[in-house]
């Protein structure tokens, strides 16, 4: 598998089952896109979320049904227990061209990773579907450990600019760049001042 990031904006979605796994699907996707959940009942979790709901019985359906429903659907999910069930949607999506997840059942095209994100970076995990609770456990680690990131990017790109007029040789700019990020004093004083951060590189590594 190979990791992606992608532009849902204006994609449909559509998510089989509204249970509470379909429902965390729903809620990781209708930031971006338009979702519709398909089910027999629907979760609390779903309340709150701008999503469409369509109730049906899926395991009356047959495939021509399916396929009717997947018409300019993007990406699809199974979150129904059925596994059985799952496995058929998965193969109509694999028929029609559709990316699809599947949350109980054969592996589909997709994963939904765990995601790690700040308002100026996205880091997605997986484990390829192996353990989940391990990629959770990564993602809440890598959140503990990097609580600053948004602001030492802020400060490395600054500094980047700074060092493209002052610094001709770019193994040098590569080089103070990396000495920042080594700096475990710099990175205490982002966490509560990024000016004093900013100031303590710049003296450190530009006036050097
Ligand atoms: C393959 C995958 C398919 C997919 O959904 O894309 C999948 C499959 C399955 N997960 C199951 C169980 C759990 N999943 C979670 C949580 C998350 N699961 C997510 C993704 C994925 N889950 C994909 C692989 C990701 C990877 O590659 O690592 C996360 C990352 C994203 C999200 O769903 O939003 C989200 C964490 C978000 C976060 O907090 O960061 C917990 C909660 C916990 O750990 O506390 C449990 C209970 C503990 C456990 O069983 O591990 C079972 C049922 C097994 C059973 O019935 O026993 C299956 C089905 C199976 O394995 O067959
Ligand atoms: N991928 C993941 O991240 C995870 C997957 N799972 C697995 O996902 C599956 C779903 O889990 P939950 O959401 O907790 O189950 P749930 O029982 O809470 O919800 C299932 C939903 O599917 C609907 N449904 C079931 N059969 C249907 C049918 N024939 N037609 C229409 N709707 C139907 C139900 O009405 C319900 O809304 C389970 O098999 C579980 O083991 C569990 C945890 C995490």
Not at 76 to 103: H, Q, S, W, Y
Not at 176 to 191: G, Q
């Amino acid at each position: 598998m190979i990791p992606l990031m992608l532009d849902l904006t204006g994609r449909r979605v559509l998510i089989f089952g509204g249970g509470d796994v379909g429902a965390r699907k729903a809620a990781y996707f209708e930031h971006e896109a338009e979702v519709t959940v398909i089910s027999r009942s629907f979760s609390p979790g779903l309340e709150g979320l701008a999503i469409r709901r369509q109730e049906a019985d899926l395991s009356a359906l047959p495939d021509e049904a399916l396929r009717s429903l997947l018409q300019g659907v993007f990406l699809a999910v199974a979150a129904t227990p059925d596994p059985a069930l799952n496995d058929r949607i998965g193969r109509v999506c694999a028929g029609t061209g559709v990316l699809f997840n599947n949350a109980a059942g054969e592996p589909g095209d997709v994963i939904v990773p765990s995601v790690v994100r700040g308002s100026r970076y996205l880091v997605a995990i997986s484990t390829r579907g192996k353990s989940p609770a391990v990629s959770r456990y990564l993602r809440m680690r890598l959140e503990a450990e990097y609580a600053d990131l948004d602001r030492m990017i802020d400060l490395q790109d600054e500094i980047r600019s700074m060092l493209r007029e002052t610094e001709p040789v770019q193994a040098e700019r590569s080089r103070i760049l990396w000495s920042i990020l080594s700096d475990d004093e710099v990175w205490e004083a982002l966490a509560s001042d990024y000016g004093r951060a900013r100031g303590l590189a710049i003296e450190r590594y530009l006036h050097a």
